[in-house]
């Protein structure tokens, strides 16, 4: 194993995708890397999520290839699911069982031994200690998104993917969150993050890509892109307050338009 | 970079344990489909004594097979689907067939709780006692025709994504099944209709069971009903795994 496998948690090379004839991700390559944030940022129907459910499994890439922790996603596709842990953007479990029941039926699925003592240790660090018989339906937007990202974190997976998490939530959820996915970061995994909010990827991210139609059209860290395309005539006109923010140089890269 | 993947066993105990506290919390639905074969095992009281208890019990289990597969076990998939709960646990580590074949143990648990409850109904209310063979055939005869209607709901659920119509399509296959197969086989819809009954599928699981509660009676026409049973099964099977989608996207 070389250095480059050694940091590169996630690495992605010429990934196809296709829906029947329709093709939503073209020849799109990255990596993330041991203890980065990465964060694939796109308008809707890029082929940001696409991409991701290539990663994660759930959709068959046409061509490409998809390697986690070292492990090919087709070739060995339990092994790299073992390596990773999910938060899908919009989760869900069995509606009967409540958080207790839902947090044991994952630590057993990843082969995790889970006493009660570090079950109520988990609610407390994310404070919903007393949670732990409330179904996950009754939880607000907030505390379902803490307990989905517990649930990807349960077995300290090399690298965590997590699909526009802070989607829909208040701005003090927000921030909490962001905390928290920094703190992963910071315990060495690799994470790998969808996002539509530029405030998100300026805050969190260390580097992104954005991706457009289906293809990669920029990569590099939040402010290499701004100071890249700070003086394109695009950005100019449509930077507002006379600074130039990323989300101004996400909007002239892939237009005004507004998606479906 | 070393990985490893939990063993199916521990796998496959989480799945176990979450799938059998969700029927636990469905004990309403449960004791439903389970009172139906009930009441039909008290108000078929009558018929015992012209047509035997074999015939009461086995039309009993039969409409209750029918219930666990295409009510219980087809809208649970159809809901879960919806709601993404499979697209959860299969960016786990956790093989599809695992997922689904704890859902299928569930299921044969609640056949073999269905038999035994229209046993002791049997017992109780209609003074029907069998040979202990005939008891321990037919819950062998239960789990083979249960399959039937799980396979058949399997179909139905591979083929229609919307949990709504799954659940209106499966309610208007358990009412014609009652209809058709109960009435057809009791001769009420003529006796040319009642033999083409005895090969439908309620018709052939019901022989088997009967058959299976009396192994004395067991003939040629039982061997070609348990043959034409695995078939259903094996039809519906193939049918539902080819059109079954992981979500409804």
Not at chain 1, 191 to 197: A, D, K, Q, R, Y
């Amino acid at each position: 194993m070389n250095a480059t496998e050694q940091t590169n948690i996630l690495q992605v090379d010429n990934l196809n995708v296709y829906y029947g004839t329709f093709q939503a991700v073209k020849d799109v390559s990255f990596n993330v890397m041991r203890g980065e944030i990465f964060g694939l940022l796109g308008p809707n129907g890029a082929g940001k999520t696409s991409s991701l459910s290539a990663v994660e499994g759930l959709l068959k890439q046409q061509s490409g290839t998809i390697t986690v922790a070292g492990y090919d996603t087709l070739q060995k596709p339990l092994y790299a699911r073992a390596a990773m842990g999910v938060q899908l953007q919009a989760t869900s479990f069995q509606p009967e069982l409540n958080v207790a029941e839902i947090l044991r039926l994952y630590a057993g699925i990843y082969g995790v031994e889970l006493g009660k003592e570090k079950l109520q240790s988990i609610l407390k660090d994310i404070n919903l200690a007393e949670a732990e018989t409330k179904k996950f339906r009754e939880l607000s937007g907030g505390q379902q998104q803490r307990v989905s990202l517990v649930i990807a974190t349960i077995h300290d997976p090399k690298l965590v993917l997590l699909d526009e998490p802070t989607s829909g939530l208040d701005p003090q959820s927000r921030r909490q969150l962001w905390t928290r996915i920094e703190a992963i970061r910071e315990k060495g995994y690799g994470v790998l993050l969808t996002t539509h909010s530029m405030e998100e990827a300026e805050a969190v991210c260390d580097r992104i890509s954005i991706i457009d139609h289906g293809r990669i059209i920029a990569t590099g860290t939040p402010q290499s892109l701004i100071d890249k395309h700070r003086d394109d005539p695009e950005v100019i006109a449509v930077s507002r307050r006379g600074r130039v923010t990323l989300e101004d140089v996400f909007i002239a890269l892939t237009g005004e338009a507004v998606r479906g | 970079m070393e990985i490893t993947i939990p063993k199916t066993s521990a796998v496959m105990t989480a799945l176990l344990r979450a799938d059998f506290t969700t029927l636990w919390r469905n004990r309403r639905s449960v004791v439903m489909v389970l009172l139906v074969p009930v009441i039909i095992t008290y108000s078929w009281k009558g018929l015992v004594a012209s047509a035997g208890g074999a015939f009461v019990l086995s039309n009993a289990i039969t409409l209750g097979l029918v219930a666990v597969g295409l009510m219980g076990y087809t809208n649970s998939i159809a809901r879960d689907r919806e709601k993404g709960v499979f697209q959860r646990l299969r960016v786990s580590p956790v093989p599809s067939w695992a997922i689904m074949a704890s859902r299928l143990i569930v299921q044969l648990t609640m056949i073999l709780l269905l038999t035994l409850v229209v046993f002791i109904a049997g017992y109780k209310l209609d003074n029907i006692s069998m040979s202990a063979t005939g008891y321990v055939l037919t819950f062998l005869a239960a789990i083979i025709g249960g399959a039937v209607y799980l396979s058949l709901g399997q179909a139905i659920v591979g083929r229609i994504s919307n949990p709504e119509t799954v659940s209106s399509t499966t309610r208007l296959v358990y009412f014609s099944f009652i209809i058709v197969g109960m009435f057809g086989e009791l001769g009420v819809l003529g006796e040319k209709f009642k033999h083409a009954v005895d090969w439908t599928p309620y018709g052939t699981v019901k022989n088997i069971l009967a058959t299976s509660l009396e192994p004395a009676t067991w003939n040629n026409h039982t061997s070609e009903a348990l043959l034409v049973t695995v078939g259903y099964t094996l039809v519906f099977a193939t049918l539902g795994i080819k059109w079954f989608k992981w979500n409804t996207k």
